[in-house]
């Protein structure tokens, strides 16, 4: 009968450990795509609202109009640059995401080696057990069966 992988705890937590780092590098780089896709959705609406100013301006703005145009862009370029900064420590965050699960995979990759490592050496010394007793078995004398 074949021995169980001594390591067996050991390599069941580093697949729960991989299996963790997967699902969280998965979530790393859903975040990353939610916050450049806030980017280009802002950089989108500041390109619109300086066309809209553009036009407005051809057309002949107020002091007062031109003052409002000119803070909205202001925040919308302040809002732009916060959420770059935030693209860029997203992106961090998922480079830091798959370091983390490049080693988990690595730990889990060299127990799995003596897991496989250790079945192949049982299966050869069941088969050496198995060969032996049907070497046994047909070294017996046949006339025992006429009895």
Known sequence: MPQPF????????????ADE??????????????????????????DEYANRFNAAARNGLTQREWQNFQHFLGRIDDAI???????????????????QWQQQRKKLKAIDTLSVRHFTSENAREQKRDQKLQDEFAARPRDSAKR
């Not at 001594?6 to 937590?13: G, W």
């Not at 896709?37 to 989108?44: F, H, R, S, V, W």
């Open 21 to 46: 780092a997967t699902r969280n590098l998965a979530r790393l780089i859903a975040s990353e795509k939610d916050a450049k896709a806030k980017l280009d959705l802002l950089l989108g609406y500041r």
């Open 6 to 17: 001594p390591l067996q705890t050991v390599l069941d937590l580093m697949q729960d450990r």
């Open 81 to 99: 640059e916060q959420q770059r900064k935030a693209v860029a420590e997203q992106v961090q965050h998922t480079v830091d995401g798959q370091l």
